[in-house]
């Protein structure tokens, strides 16, 4: 069995590892990189796999360990982030017509759409930020957040009671004027990568 990691063939110190020993010693070898894809004979597989596997290695001719750096994911997602933030808000605003305007049904599908979408971005932000160094933007931006989930509170308390009125009213004023905090913030953050 050969194994390569990006592009480059390691040792056979390698060879007489489990498949979880061997992934484990991989992730333990990078350093400001993660791993983006793992091809067992040619073939595209998740670390799942690797982890879980009843594959006998004598059936595996060739693994690939393929990395990307930190900067470049955080850049890539930065860059999603920027394509999706505009649409969210367009969504946030359409949600609150909704509500407004009776239609109740396709509301609610697409507030737990927005949930959805603001928890993705929270989450994103979050993962960034920790690894950045420059703490003094981490408080800061760490306060906006903790202002918006004191808004996300209301929305979803206005939700259950089923205040409709307040709920048109938080996403079109509240909501949506934090998603133009975090393109900001998110803008903010591009400069450094």
Avoid: C
Avoid at 23 to 33: A, I, P, Q, R, T
Avoid at 103 to 122: P, S, V
Avoid at 163 to 184: G, N, P, R, V
């Amino acid at each position: 069995m050969k194994i390569f990691l990006d592009k480059k063939e390691l040792g056979d110190e390698y060879r007489g590892l489990t498949l979880p020993e061997l992934l484990d010693s991989v992730k333990n070898s990078l350093k400001d990189k993660i791993l983006k894809h793992i091809y067992i004979n040619k073939v595209e597989v998740n670390e799942r796999y690797l982890l879980e596997s009843t594959l006998d290695k004598d059936d595996i001719k060739i693994i690939e360990f393929v990395t990307q750096s930190t900067g470049e994911l955080i850049k890539e997602t930065l860059n999603e982030v920027e394509r999706y933030l505009p649409v969210l808000k367009t969504g946030v605003l359409d949600t609150a017509d909704l509500f407004r305007n009776g239609k109740d049904r396709e509301a609610n599908e697409k507030y737990q759409l927005i949930i959805e979408g603001i928890g993705w971005y929270t989450e994103v932000i979050s993962g960034i930020l920790a690894l950045m160094d420059n703490d003094g933007y981490y408080q800061q931006v760490q306060k906006t957040l903790n202002e918006f989930n004191e808004s996300l509170t209301d929305l979803m308390i206005a939700h259950q009671k089923d205040d409709l009125i307040l709920l048109a009213d938080i996403l079109e004023y509240e909501i949506s004027e934090f998603i133009d905090e975090f393109i900001s913030i998110s803008q903010h953050i591009s400069t450094y990568y």
